[in-house]
């Protein structure tokens, strides 16, 4: 089945470092691929997406490129903030259920110092 | 604020008992999902509906079920809890299929004691 593999945290890194969280998929077909941020006490929100191959998504900084080649979608970003600590999850839309069901890694806690 | 909205949020109760979690989605979203979250299993997406009707299962337990009511909020229902049930439910909603975002809730904590 279709599934999303992360890089396991904790990922620790100091103010201004570059940042970049693993994000490997397996599905049929092309699905729709997405970073989900989760701050503490709060619900998940979007940060960005990509619906197609090469598509960059971007936002606050941060930049995913959807590689069919290596169905990766690996998070980056050039210089991280102390309030960019959060848990970051990658996504997928399952497109064996019509895209209604969206499968999410097992999250990637970042803790940035200052 | 995502304009999804949770109720409650804390729920403390007893093993056995029965439960109802209550999610009202953004206006003009038609779609709404489930999702448990604990510490050992991560985000685990258990039901979507779809203007009232059930669209897609995920790792549901038959004591869980959940509907869509006409004015599309919907609420999930736990019976027979049991320690291991504790956990933070997340309610999402989307204007259609999951292809679009997904807006997020704030989350309901459940204890079982």
């Known amino acids: 089945g279709n599934s999303v593999t992360q890089m396991e945290g904790p990922v620790t890194l100091s103010e201004e470092a570059f940042l970049t969280i693993n994000c490997t998929y397996t599905?049929?077909?092309?699905?729709?691929l997405f970073w989900y941020v989760q701050y503490p006490g709060e619900g998940l929100q979007l940060l960005l997406k990509a619906t197609k191959a090469d598509d960059k998504g971007s936002n606050k900084g941060f930049e995913a490129t959807y590689r069919k080649e290596t169905t990766s979608f690996h998070l980056e970003k050039g210089s991280v903030q102390v309030s960019d600590s959060a848990v970051y999850f990658c996504a997928l839309s399952d497109l064996n259920t019509g895209g209604f069901k969206t499968i999410f890694g097992a999250g990637t806690r970042l803790f940035v110092k200052a | 604020d995502s304009g999804v909205t949770q109720t409650p949020k804390h729920l403390i109760t007893a093993t056995g008992q029965r439960v109802t979690l209550r999610c009202s989605p953004r206006?003009?979203?038609?779609?709404v999902y489930w999702y448990q979250q604990s510490l050992d299993q991560g985000l685990q997406f258990l039901i979507h509906?779809?203007?009232?009707?059930?669209?897609a299962k995920g790792n549901i337990l038959e004591r869980f079920s959940a509907q869509q009511f006409p004015d599309l909020h919907s609420e999930l229902n736990l019976s027979s809890l049991e320690l291991g049930d504790s956990a933070l439910y997340f309610c999402a909603s989307s204007p259609g299929t999951s292809y679009n975002e997904q807006f997020f809730g704030p989350g309901t904590r459940l204890t079982v004691l």
């Open positions: 509906y779809y203007n009232g009707e059930e669209r």
């Open positions: 599905a049929t077909g092309y699905p729709s």
């Open positions: 206006s003009g979203d038609l779609s």
